[in-house]
């Protein structure tokens, strides 16, 4: 018991060691890769140190659109609506022509008419419930009956 306990602390220290080497390894590497990179930045590097290294200057060239008849009911709605590329800000705030512009507008449906006790719907069929001192009347006339 007490050898597999040492070969086992042995093996964990080997293991720390060869862990620690490669996380320096690891290191060194990165390091390299940045100086390159602020190198490349600046713009003082020759050619053949930067072979190896792939940094693509050129920005790759973007699919072209799709058309109107391959896109679908609902993406031509929302490019109407948004335009695109999305909402931006402010996209609903009016404009003076938005703002004068009235023909949606329908007096029929956006105004209400007036409410009161005899047109109004919930009131119709129930008979309206007397006020405070007409009950308390009607409680008093009901007990002094002779």
């Known amino acids: ?34 100086e390159k990179v602020k190198k490349i930045r600046k713009g003082k590097t020759e050619a053949e140190e930067v072979d190896n290294f792939e940094i ?9 659109p799709l058309s109107i008849k391959e896109m679908n009911r609902k993406r031509k709605a929302k490019d109407s609506k948004y335009g695109f590329g999305g909402k931006k800000k402010r996209a609903k705030t009016n404009t003076q022509e938005s703002y004068k512009d009235v023909s949606s507008f329908s007096s029929r449906i956006h105004s209400k008419p007036k409410r009161s006790a005899k047109n ?15 009950r308390a009347q009607m409680k008093g006339s009901k007990g002094k009956k002779k």
Not at 8 to 30: D, F, I, P
Not at 56 to 64: D, G, H, S
């Open 56 to 64: 693509n200057e050129e920005p790759e060239t973007k699919q072209r």
């Open 120 to 134: 109004d719907k919930r009131m119709a069929g129930k008979p309206q419930r007397p006020g405070k001192n007409r």
């Open 1 to 34: 018991a007490v050898v597999s306990t040492q070969s086992t602390g042995k093996m964990k220290k080997l293991g720390k060691r060869v862990q620690e080497e490669v996380l320096k390894a690891r290191q060194q590497e990165k390091k390299a890769v940045m």
